[in-house]
């Protein structure tokens, strides 16, 4: 159970409570806007039936002990399991941890930020949280247990998102190499 919830307006770029203050998101570069939209896409594909993906969508998550606090990942994905019941208003902020959460890294972004996010996510409930670096072309699968680095040659998947298969070197060219 929290001992208080943490609340704060939405603002436009969001704001997030990180490491004991209200951090507001960076406002995302091209890279960063491609590599959220490729892979919502393709999460979306696969979440058919499964649940919802969104992007940008607030949570409002509690870790036992501390305050309910707000935070927006790039991509969220929720298993339908977790949304049924719930009225459209509650869906709209949902009081717990996506399913999977994915972080997309900006040049701005501090390394303490992200790993208190990824630590808020687990500890809230969230089976995955998956940090992308579009400058470096990895993605970074952290789950209660493990830590997995994936590279453009490589194809990620996890347990959390069965079936679910992503071909990096494909997923980052189009995300960030121009079309011709």
Known sequence: MSLEEIVLPITKPET?????RALVKMSPTRDHS???TEFSGALNVWANGRGEVGTEWRFRIAVPGEARRPLVPDVSFVEIEALRGLSHEDIQLPAFAPTVAVEVLSRGDLAAD????IDVYLRGGSRLVIVIDPRKRTLVAHDAETVATFASGDIFTHPALPDFRLELGPFFSRALDLTT
Do not use: H, N, T
């Open 16 to 20: 997030e409570w990180v490491r004991g």
């Open 34 to 36: 491609r590599v959220q």
């Open 114 to 117: 992200v790993a208190s996010k």
